[in-house]
């Protein structure tokens, strides 16, 4: 696969092509209890070795921090300031590794995305320069790493797996990705992952 078939205006123009849909939930009624809290993240695209290539960072571990350890998009939760999700996604990644939102060309997003902690996620794609001087916020962020799209296309990299959920309730299936670089892509991010490659037509 060509990654660079794709210019920045066609990625622009695929994301605005999606055909407006519900927020993405998985669960069951009985998980998720109450108003979810707004949230959002960036996926940041970037040219690496020439191809496209999405940024990850693995959160730092915290005692008592469900997403603590994980890999995942920069972001978090909506403040009262923030006057659009994109403001959100930027703000909190400036927070956590130093991208300035200047830096940062926005072309869309993806549909809204529950998590099981009941947070709705909107998922703010935008291209970053790149080689980049990121600052990583210790108490957040542990590292940040890139992750070739034509990695991430291959179905042979990613199996889905069934997760017992509380309650009693029906096996979850969630999405793993093999360890690349030492680490393991799985679960919402997993699957914000995917939804971006369905958007841009690679799965």
């Known amino acids: 696969m060509d990654d660079l078939a794709l210019t920045e205006q066609e990625i622009r123009e695929k994301l605005a092509a999606q055909h407006p849909s519900e927020p993405v939930n998985p669960f069951p009624s009985s998980i998720l209890k109450g108003e979810p809290e707004a949230a959002a993240v960036l996926i940041p695209l970037l040219h690496h070795h020439n191809e496209w290539h999405l940024l990850y960072i693995r959160r730092t571990e915290v005692e008592g921090d469900i997403h603590s350890g994980q890999v995942a998009f920069p972001g978090g939760r909506a403040e009262a300031r923030d006057s659009s ?5 930027l703000r909190e990644t400036e927070e956590e590794i130093g991208l300035k ?3 940062v060309r926005v072309l869309g997003h ?3 995305f529950f998590t099981i902690t009941n947070y709705r996620v909107t998922p703010v794609v935008g291209v970053m320069p790149w080689p980049y001087e990121l600052r ?23 199996q889905v797996r069934q997760r017992e959920l509380p309650e009693g309730q029906a096996p979850l299936s969630v999405i793993y990705f093999k360890p690349y ?4 892509l799985w679960g919402a991010s997993a699957r914000i992952t995917v939804n971006l490659l369905a958007a841009l037509g690679y799965c």
């Open 136 to 158: 990583l916020a210790s108490n957040e962020v542990v590292r940040a790493f890139t992750i070739p799209l034509s990695w991430l296309c291959d179905p042979a990299n990613r």
């Open 181 to 184: 670089d030492d680490e393991v």
């Open 110 to 112: 993806l549909p809204d």
């Open 101 to 103: 939102p200047e830096d």
């Open 85 to 89: 999700a994109e403001m959100t996604a």
